[in-house]
C-alpha cells in the first residue's frame, strides 16, 4: 500500500514544540460539525508545515497566508475523516504498526531511534501515531469515494487506442498547478471573482514570483502545502484539460488560465522528457499466483484474520503443508475451490495491495499476511513470464490509463461537494 506521510516524516519527523513564549488560554479557531479545531490544533501543524516546506527548499508564504492554508487543509482532513468513522473505516493496530516500522525504516532508524527522534522533536508517540492513522484513512477514504466509483466506457477506451500517440512514445511531465476552487453551484459573480483572483496570481507568476510560493499561498488543492506539485507523469495519465494545455510547453513555461469543472488553474512545467515507455506496452510480465482470503467481519477481527493467517504460512513453510489444500479449506475466495489458484495475473488485475506484495515474492515464496479492501490474504507465487499483451489486455491497460487521468478531477469535485455539504463556522477573530 501506497503510504505518503506528507507532513509526517518526509525526512525524519515533521514536528517540533512550540516555540516557548508567554502562556496563552487554548481556544476554538473552528468548528467542523460537531467538532472543533483549536488554535494548539493549529499553530502545532503550521510548525510542521513551515518545517516540511523549509526541508523540500519551498518559499514560504507569509505567516498569515500560511496558516490561513494550514486550517483550511485541516478542515478539510476533518471532514474526510468523519466520513471515514461514520462509514466505519478503521486502520487497527497491526497495519499502523506496519506502516510505522516502514517510515521508521525509510529514515534508516531501528523503531527506538525512530521514536527517541520524535521525542527529542518534541512530537510524542500516541500522537505521530495517530497522524499516520489519519493518514492511512484518507488514503482509504479516497479509494472508495472516489477512485472506486470511476467509470470508463468502451466508446472512451476505443478513442484512447484510436490516438498512436497513447500506444507509444509517450512524453513524460513533473507538473506543479494551482487551483482555485469553485462551490458547487458557483453564480457567475462568484466565478467572476475567482477568475479575477486568478488572474493576479497568474500575472504574479509571469513576473517571475516562485511558483510553489504561490501555490502555498492561494491553491485550493491538497497538494498545495507541497508546491502544488504533481510529480511526473505520462501524457495518458494527467487530465485531459492539463494534457493538452502542456503540449509544446518548455520546462518552465505556464499555462493560460484552464477552466474545469473544479474552478480554475494554471499548471507549469517543471520538466519533462520524451517517449520510448509505451502507454499500453507491447509485452508485460505475468504472474502465477495462488492465495488464501480472510475476510473479517462483527465476528472475526483484523487480529484474528492475520493471526489464523498467520499459523497457516507457518504450516506450509516451516512443516510443507500445501498451500492449495490449505486455501480449499480456508479461503472465502471465490477460488478457494480451485486452490486459490489466481492463474496467470496482469499487471492492473489486481488491487494494489495485493499486487505490490505478491511483485515482492520470488517464485516458491510465501507472503505474510497482507490486507486489502477486501480483507486478508496469504500469496503464494509460484511462477512468473513475459507475455505478448494481447487486444483485450491492450483495453484494460488503457482504461486504467484513462481511470487514472479521472481521477484528479473526480476527487476534487468530491472535495467540493463535501465541503459545501458540511458546516464550518471560523472563530479566529476571537484571537
Known amino acids: 500500500m501506497k503510504l505518503i506521510v506528507s507532513l509526517i516524516a518526509a525526512s525524519v519527523i515533521s514536528s517540533a514544540a512550540l516555540a516557548a513564549g508567554p502562556v496563552e488560554v487554548d481556544r476554538i479557531v473552528a468548528v467542523v460539525n460537531s467538532e472543533v479545531i483549536t488554535l494548539s490544533d493549529l499553530r502545532q501543524r ?17 505567516a ?8 483550511e487543509r485541516q478542515i478539510m482532513e476533518r471532514l474526510q475523516i468523519q466520513l471515514a468513522n461514520e462509514t466505519s473505516l478503521r486502520v487497527d493496530d497491526i497495519t499502523l504498526d506496519r506502516a510505522v516500522g516502514r517510515i521508521a525504516d525509510n529514515n534508516k532508524m531501528s523503531m527506538t531511534q525512530f521514536r527517541k527522534a520524535l521525542e527529542q522533536d518534541g512530537l510524542s508517540w500516541e500522537r505521530f501515531r495517530e497522524e499516520v492513522r489519519n493518514e492511512m484513512l484518507l488514503t482509504r477514504v479516497r479509494e472508495r469515494e472516489v477512485e472506486g466509483r470511476i467509470v470508463v466506457s468502451d466508446a472512451e477506451v476505443s478513442n484512447f487506442l484510436a490516438h498512436p500517440e497513447n500506444a507509444t512514445g509517450q512524453e513524460e511531465y513533473n507538473l506543479s498547478h494551482i487551483l482555485f476552487r469553485a462551490p458547487d453551484g458557483a453564480t457567475p459573480e462568484q466565478l467572476a471573482r475567482l477568475r479575477t483572483k486568478a488572474e493576479d496570481v497568474a500575472a504574479r507568476v509571469a513576473r517571475g514570483e516562485p511558483f510553489d510560493k504561490l501555490a502555498a499561498s492561494y491553491s485550493d488543492a491538497p497538494d ?7 510529480g511526473w507523469r505520462g501524457s495518458d495519465r494527467l487530465p485531459s484539460l492539463f494534457a493538452e494545455a502542456v503540449t509544446g510547453l518548455k520546462p518552465g513555461e505556464t499555462t493560460p488560465i484552464l477552466r474545469s469543472a473544479a474552478g480554475f488553474h494554471i499548471v507549469r512545467v517543471v520538466d519533462r522528457k520524451g517517449g520510448g515507455q509505451s502507454g499500453v506496452p507491447a509485452q508485460v510480465q505475468q504472474t502465477r499466483a495462488r492465495h488464501i482470503l480472510i475476510k473479517t467481519s462483527e465476528v472475526v477481527t483484523d487480529a484474528d484474520a492475520r493471526r489464523r493467517l498467520t499459523d497457516l504460512r507457518e504450516r506450509v513453510v516451516q512443516g510443507g503443508a500445501n498451500f492449495g489444500e490449505l486455501a480449499r479449506m480456508h479461503s472465502a475466495d471465490l477460488s478457494a475451490s480451485k486452490g486459490g489458484d489466481l492463474g496467470w495475473i496482469y499487471p492492473g488485475d489486481t488491487v494494489p495491495e495485493f499486487e505490490q506484495a505478491m511483485d515482492a515474492l520470488k517464485p516458491g515464496e510465501v507472503s505474510q499476511p497482507i490486507q486489502s479492501p477486501f480483507g ?3 500469496i503464494l507465487v509460484e511462477d512468473r513470464r513475459v507475455q505478448d499483451v494481447s487486444d483485450e489486455r491492450k483495453r ?16 476534487q469535485d468530491w472535495l467540493r461537494q463535501l465541503r459545501d455539504r458540511a458546516y464550518v463556522e471560523y472563530r479566529q477573530e476571537e484571537r
Open 46 to 62: 503550521v510548525a510542521q508545515v513551515t518545517r516540511q516546506l523549509t526541508r523540500q527548499g519551498t518559499t514560504l508564504p507569509p
Open 64 to 71: 498569515d497566508v500560511l496558516e490561513k492554508q494550514v486550517l
Open 224 to 230: 498545495a502545502l507541497t508546491g502544488g506539485n504533481l
Open 376 to 378: 486478508w490474504h496469504l
Open 396 to 411: 484494460a491497460a488503457a482504461r486504467n490509463a484513462l481511470r487514472e487521468r479521472k481521477s484528479d478531477e473526480a476527487y
